[in-house]
């Protein structure tokens, strides 16, 4: 029998990380001691007293039955608090806030809700792929929005045309950023806050990364700036502040016609998160924070002993602010897919390259903070006894 795949599965785009893959799998057959600075899933554990959350709430049947699609009224409450706690918004738990089955799932999911087909939806280039994948499956055309390193990456709104504009009915904004590790500031998200105004356009906020961050800096929420519940959403989770990528529960929260619509898809779709999961991730949000900072000073040692190493071997990098990834160019003469190639047949070392990201991420590489710092030490020996010092 021959199964003709749908139209909207043979849209995607073909997966680029295929090869490297298969290359990393080969290595390690050969026996060679591969480092992955590609993947980015936090190393540590989750905290113990969310695990023991879990245990208590795993013993109560009353938690073994169907949860409510869009999320226990504990739980949206307990992402209110957080988000007053951490960045002073105002959230109502009953309306403004949805459960998601990890942040990735919404992203994908509101696609649903408001592109049919022939639609456009605005995504950064280089970006997360979730954003153009989302959007494809629902039968929209991604309209790619390039940022680049002079600007910050920042989405630049000067320059997305009026046409293209008027046409768009979503934009996905990510900051701090994967995989750039670019932040961004007021004036940037109440200038897209007139956008959207301007044109009408959902603005999707993903800020799942809103709690990594160095040096003292504190990433804002999209929620905070006049306007925000108007013209869009934020999609956040527990995975990267906690260490809790496996556990898979997310978040939705702002404009309430998009957090009624979303949960209405949702309960066509799953049903619910593990309500002891649920309670789990609430005791994270409404538990001590020392945890955060303490987690965040790993990853920042481990970014200056990356960055300062990579700077020795001739790159010229700034320390990102937040986010765990370091973006860097490719040296002279590689694209970014053979330089991964070279990288980790030279020095057994997995990076990602940024094609991965969009074409805009031609040109550079991705190294994540999410390993020891011994082997990030371990992959910086390795790169300056096989590769050496690097030109551009
Ligand atoms: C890790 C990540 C997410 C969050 O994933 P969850 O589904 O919440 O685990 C969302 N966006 C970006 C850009 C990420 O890197």
């Given at each position: 029998m021959k199964f003709t795949e749908a139209q909207r599965i043979r849209n995607l785009p073909p997966y680029l990380f295929a090869r490297i893959e298969n290359l990393i799998a080969a290595?390690?057959?050969?026996?060679?001691?591969?480092?992955?600075?590609?993947?980015?899933?936090?190393?540590?554990?989750?905290?113990?007293?969310i695990i023991e959350e879990l245990i208590k709430e795993a013993r109560n049947p009353a938690n073994h039955q169907y949860p409510s699609s869009v999320g226990m009224l504990s739980y949206r409450q307990a992402v209110a608090y957080w988000y007053n706690q951490r960045f002073g918004v105002g959230l109502d738990p009953r309306t403004e806030v949805v459960s998601l089955l990890g942040s990735k799932e919404g992203i994908a999911h509101i696609s649903w809700c408001y592109l049919?087909?022939?639609?456009?939806?605005?995504?950064?280039?280089?970006?997360?792929?979730?954003?153009?994948?989302?959007?494809?499956?629902?039968?929209?055309?991604?309209?790619?929005?390039?940022?680049?390193?002079?600007?910050?990456?920042?989405?630049?709104?000067?320059?997305?045309?009026?046409?293209?504009?008027?046409?768009?009915?979503?934009?996905?904004?990510n900051y701090p950023n994967n995989p750039t590790g670019a932040v961004a500031g007021g004036d940037f998200y109440r200038r897209a806050i007139d956008f959207a105004r301007e044109y009408e356009i959902l603005i999707c906020h993903d800020a799942a990364y809103s709690d990594v961050a160095y040096d003292g800096y504190k990433p804002h929420s999209f929620l905070e700036f006049p306007g925000a519940k108007e013209?869009?959403?934020?999609?956040?989770?527990?995975?990267?502040?906690?260490?809790?990528?496996?556990w898979r529960i997310g978040w939705a929260a702002g404009n309430p016609e998009a957090?009624?619509?979303?949960?209405?898809?949702?309960?066509?779709i799953d049903s619910g998160v593990f309500q002891a999961v649920q309670y789990a991730a609430a005791a994270g949000l409404t538990g001590?924070?020392?945890?955060?900072?303490?987690?965040?000073?790993?990853?920042?040692?481990?970014?200056d002993i990356l960055v300062d190493g990579l700077n020795s071997l001739g790159w010229n990098l700034t320390k990102p602010k937040a986010s765990f990834y370091v973006w860097a160019p490719v040296p002279k003469g590689y694209t970014s897919a053979s330089f991964a190639e070279l990288v980790l047949e030279q020095a057994g070392v997995v990076i990602t390259p940024?094609?991965?990201?969009?074409?805009?991420?031609?040109?550079?590489?991705?190294?994540?903070?999410?390993?020891e710092k011994q082997r990030i030490r371990e992959a910086l020996d390795r790169l300056a006894a096989n590769i050496g010092r690097v030109s551009f």
């Open positions: 290595k390690k057959e050969e026996g060679v001691d591969v480092i992955s600075l590609g993947i980015g899933d936090p190393d540590r554990p989750t905290p113990d007293h049919d087909p022939g639609d456009t939806v605005l995504a950064p280039d280089p970006g997360y792929p979730v954003y153009s994948g989302g959007a494809i499956l629902a039968g929209a055309t991604p309209h790619y929005i390039p940022v680049c390193e002079e600007n910050g990456y920042l989405v630049d709104f000067d320059a997305i045309s009026p046409d293209v504009a008027r046409k768009a009915k979503m934009l996905f904004l013209v869009g959403i934020e999609f956040h989770s527990v995975s990267k502040t906690y260490n809790m990528t496996g957090v009624e619509a979303l949960g209405r898809l949702k309960s066509n001590p924070q020392e945890i955060v900072d303490r987690q965040n000073a790993i990853y920042q040692e481990r970014r940024g094609i991965g990201y969009g074409q805009n991420g031609e040109g550079y590489f991705r190294m994540a903070l999410t390993i």
